[in-house]
């Protein structure tokens, strides 16, 4: 979904706390104490939206000058993260995703914190991350289908992955590339979820040769490609969300080609506001957030006590068992994944 980020710059300051005992023999340093400092730098992918009463409200409460820092998407922003390690960008990061969670873990930019607002029903999304990253939201990545065209067409919308290999389907499906876009890859994961490494490529073979297509991003595919809502294109079959259709008319989800999505915020290490960053991610967790996040960020709450706008209970899909893969493996496969379907798919 189009979402708009104020992007700014600014300074951060940092302090750190020795201790010593006076007329000691020798003095001794103590733990240091988290660094804060008046201002807070917040490192977000480009689709971060929150309204401005909220973040006012924040700034106020917390006396800290906010600037966000939106260098791209999910993918980006973990690059950066690395680039940049040290000599940080920010104090905290949102939205690391469950598909890049382990290579941020495992290259060392984030400092373990673990929020005391923390609901339970986002601890489902906590065995991956090891403390270091904090669950903010989910969603899935679906396939969307435009209802109006299948009905006019007399075609009963495909239901599975397997179906889109069909030939009544063939030149009806546009999906986004994983190598360029983060639902792009998550609908990659799908695909290696539901065949396995030995049988994903085969599939992206055959959708190849059932005239599927491949272009850079989501917005492209959505707004240009897809015949349904906003989009001008010819195709019916579209790579969005599970939430879309709570948006958008006469779309409906193919709930059996999801893959799940968690978005995750994090202190980053060397932050020079530490307190501030936890600040932050408590922030997130906080009902006034959580309840915005399905029609600020099309995002599923991790607190499921939060109640949800009615059009998104009653259009936006509820998947039961979408298509997960450890995020270890993500990690440690993704490049390869992306490498073969590259040479499989593109050429």
């Not at 988290?34 to 807070?40: C, F, H, I, N």
């Not at 290490?269 to 906080?286: H, M, P, T, Y």
Request: charge should be neutral; aromatic fraction near 8%.
């Amino acid at each position: 979904m189009l979402k708009l980020l104020p992007r700014l710059t600014a300074a951060i300051l940092g302090t750190a706390l020795l201790a010593s005992c006076a007329g000691a023999p020798a003095p001794s340093a103590s733990p240091s104490a988290p660094t804060q400092s008046k201002t807070l730098t917040v490192i977000t992918h480009d689709s971060f939206n929150l309204s401005k009463s909220s973040i006012a409200k924040f700034k106020a409460e917390t006396g800290y000058e906010v600037t966000f820092v939106a260098p791209g998407d999910a993918g980006t922003v973990v690059n950066q993260l690395v680039l940049t390690k040290d000599s940080p960008l920010g104090d905290v990061v949102y939205g690391i995703d469950n598909t890049f969670a382990a290579r941020a873990i495992d290259a060392g930019v984030l400092n373990s914190y673990t929020s005391a607002a923390l609901p339970a029903s986002a601890t489902q999304f906590t065995a991956d991350v090891a403390g270091k990253l904090t669950p903010i939201d989910y969603g899935d990545v679906c396939l969307n289908a435009d209802t109006g065209w299948f009905k006019a067409k007399n075609l009963a919308v495909p239901q599975t992955l397997d179906e889109l290999l069909k030939p009544e389907y063939a030149g009806l499906l546009v999906v986004a590339n994983p190598a360029s876009s983060s639902p792009g890859l998550a609908f990659l994961m799908a695909t290696v979820a539901a065949k396995g490494e030995a049988g994903y490529l085969d599939y992206w073979k055959a959708l190849k040769a059932n005239k599927v297509k491949v272009v850079k991003g989501w917005t492209e595919a959505y707004t240009v490609e897809f015949s349904g809502s906003s989009g001008k294109g010819n195709r019916p079959l579209v790579l969005s969300y599970s939430s879309s259709p709570a948006f958008e008319p006469a779309t409906e989800n193919l709930d059996q080609t999801c893959f799940r999505q968690v978005e995750y915020a994090g202190v980053i290490a060397g932050a020079q506001n530490e307190v501030g960053a936890r600040k932050f991610i408590d922030f997130l967790l906080s009902n006034e957030v959580q309840a915005q996040l399905p029609e600020q960020m099309y995002m599923y709450p991790v607190d499921s006590t939060v109640k949800l706008p009615s059009d998104w209970v009653k259009k936006a899909a509820k998947v039961e068992s979408p298509f997960t893969l450890p995020a270890a493996e993500i990690n440690a496969k993704r490049d390869a994944w992306i490498k073969a379907w590259t040479a499989a798919v593109i050429g």
